[in-house]
């Protein structure tokens, strides 16, 4: 996806600059032209059931290219993670029964604990990393389609597949950015908890600092929740602009400002609409995989004699339903959540920067019709 200068930052144009009159209240009384469509959304200022059919708009008419790359970069990512984890435990495998099954009334040595640690934190990291990357992927896909959704282009998989891979580094370093600075009062309410804990430990003080943890945290909880919205339009500039990670964090600031309760509700509802349907998804997956595992209980406790193959079979049977479930259901979760994300950001610069004048000079549709005036007018 090349980088369009009608999709780049409106520089220095604010609310009234051009095309602000997409965001002004209509006057009564006044004749309203037809809001261009060529995409999936009007271009217009959108409300909140506007945001949330558009974005079931883009998933219905572009599902090839999300669930293909999605379900693409998950056939990547997981089979790298589990040789990740067969590398990790091969290579200390020996020192396992020497800590985890010593011999009575010994303890175990540092020779077998330390490199026990040692993997598994270099396997949290590696593990960490791949997730990012995979994340990343899939969350600069989501506003990589919704461009051509906007615009009512028509895509493939192989383009998406190259603008998602080609924005996820900076969509992973804005993503981390935002995500330690808006952690930042969490991380400082547990280092002004921790060492107050170390020093005043005792018996008789050791539960009153400790209850007073989750105090600390509420306290910090609307902070961090504050941070996050205002940084959340981040991965879609970073995409529809090819902005830098703190470049894209200030754009998102920018364009948050003075909607951030408008834009924390569509995000919430938004947020709601996704996990009940990606729940309504799994349920019939975990049905069928509880079914498979009837019979077997069913003859265990009558008990008949139940084959170490029959269960294995089961119980294989039951967790690979439920494994299908889960991916579909989270890969719809993702996807309609940056979606909508996608569609507050889009839809914040239509109100602010005129960004339906630039998208119709792009695709070449002609501009609304004026209003017309009134005979005798000055």
């Not at 261009?36 to 945001?51: C, D, H, K, S, T």
């Not at 192989?158 to 900076?170: I, N």
């Not at 920067?353 to 998208?359: H, Q, S, T, V």
């Amino acid at each position: 996806m090349t980088q369009n200068t009608g999709w780049g930052p409106a520089g220095g144009q604010g609310p009234g600059g051009p095309g602000a009159g997409w965001g002004g209240a209509p006057q009564w009384g006044a004749w309203q032209p037809q809001s261009p469509q060529p995409g999936v959304i009007p271009l217009r200022p959108l409300n909140l059931a506007e945001i949330l059919s558009g974005t079931f708009a883009t998933m219905r008419r572009h599902w090839k290219q999300l669930v293909g790359v999605m379900l693409a970069v998950l056939a990547i990512a997981l089979p790298v993670m589990a040789l990740a984890v067969v590398i990790a435990v091969a290579s200390v495998f020996s020192h396992f029964e020497p800590v985890f099954d010593p011999p009575f009334g010994e303890d175990p040595t540092p020779e077998h604990v330390v490199p026990l640690l040692v993997a598994g934190g270099v396997l949290f990291v590696v593990l960490c990393v791949i997730g990012v990357l995979a994340t990343s992927v899939m969350t600069s896909l989501c506003p990589a389609v919704l461009r051509e959704a906007v615009m009512g282009r028509p895509t493939t998989f192989r383009t998406m597949w190259r603008a998602a891979f080609r924005r996820a580094p900076a969509v992973a370093g804005a993503t981390l950015l935002s995500g330690l600075i808006a952690g930042a009062p969490m991380l400082a309410a547990l280092v002004v908890w921790i060492p107050l804990l170390i020093a005043t430990v005792s018996e008789h003080t050791a539960p009153l600092l400790i209850n007073l943890l989750p105090m600390f945290l509420l306290t910090a909880a609307p902070l961090v929740v504050w941070l996050t919205v205002r940084f959340s339009l981040a991965p879609a500039a970073v995409v529809m602009e090819g902005a830098r990670p703190v470049t894209a964090l200030r754009r998102s600031v920018a364009l948050v400002r003075g909607d951030w309760w408008r834009i924390l509700g569509v995000t919430l509802a938004a947020g709601m609409v996704a996990g009940a349907v990606s729940w309504v998804i799994q349920l019939p997956f975990q049905i069928v995989g509880l079914m498979g595992m009837i019979p077997v209980m069913v003859g265990v406790e009558n008990g008949s004699d139940a084959t170490p193959a029959g269960l294995i079979t089961s119980l294989g049977f039951a967790v690979a339903a439920m494994a299908v479930g889960g991916v579909a259901g989270q890969t719809f979760q993702i996807a309609f959540t940056q979606l909508s994300t996608g569609m507050l950001y889009v839809d914040q610069r239509i109100r602010r920067e005129g960004l339906a004048d630039a998208i119709l000079a792009e695709v070449g549709a002609p501009a609304p019709a004026a209003a017309p005036t009134a005979p005798g007018a000055a």
